[in-house]
């Protein structure tokens, strides 16, 4: 953790690995508290990845990264790759590294104790299979009113056969 430092507005998270790949790696997370009037409370938003390799640097924008300041980022999967949801995204193309963090959680400002505070979620409330099924029941709905609507427009006849003049017949061709 050599080269982390933290404060009120600013936090970098820096974790060296001796002999990771064959060399020495370092991961430099760089988070930013603001304030916003709007919600009036702070809000701290992940800015850059930073991995320092074999004297080369590569940087990755993280901007999806964000939350109050008083909670943590919990994120299943952090990665570049698409199917991951690529929350990594690349300063640079074509870009040589491909990451992915499982279990990902970070926290840097009002920390208290050795735990992490409640964590917001990087998964959505809304996901896709919410949004068909309620797309579907409105649709739905939309067909039911209109059938309601058809019914209870509905008039009966107000001419009827006259019951004191000679009945309707019919008769039958052979």
Known sequence: MTGSFWND???RLSLTYEQLFGATVTFKFTL???FYPVSAR????MERL???SNGSVAYFNVSQITGPSIYSFHCQYVSSLSNKGSILVP???PFLWQMTLEEFQIQAFNVTGEQFSYATDCAGFFSPAIWMGLLTSLFMLFIFTYGLHMI???KTMDRFDDHKGPTITLT???
């Open 9 to 11: 507005s600013i936090a």
């Open 32 to 34: 930013v508290n603001r």
């Open 42 to 45: 702070h809000w701290f938003t």
């Open 50 to 52: 930073e991995i320092h």
């Open 91 to 93: 300063d640079t193309q």
């Open 152 to 154: 209870l427009s509905l």
């Open 172 to 174: 039958q061709i052979v």
